[in-house]
């Protein structure tokens, strides 16, 4: 049983890691893009615009703490 905790300990640390907000923005752009692919939408488009928001949210976030310090 402790080998089965440290491989999803590890796993959640690798997927989640410092920001629980970016795995989550990766999770729903993956599936979105699934579904209107699925779909026939042409979705090239959705992953660069969810990139940059996602490194505009992280990059906020990290740049907030850092001047409450």
């Known amino acids: 049983m ?7 300990r590890f796993w959640y640390d690798f997927i989640v890691g410092d920001d ?4 989550v923005g990766a999770v ?11 779909h026939d ?13 996602l490194l505009g949210i992280s990059l906020a976030h ?3 703490r850092a001047t409450s310090r």
């Open 41 to 53: 939408v042409n979705a090239w488009w959705l992953a660069p615009i969810a990139v940059a928001a």
């Open 62 to 64: 990290a740049s907030s």
């Open 28 to 38: 729903l752009t993956v599936s979105l893009t699934f579904f209107l692919t699925h």
């Open 2 to 8: 402790n080998a089965l905790k440290t491989f999803g």
């Open 20 to 23: 629980w907000k970016l795995a």
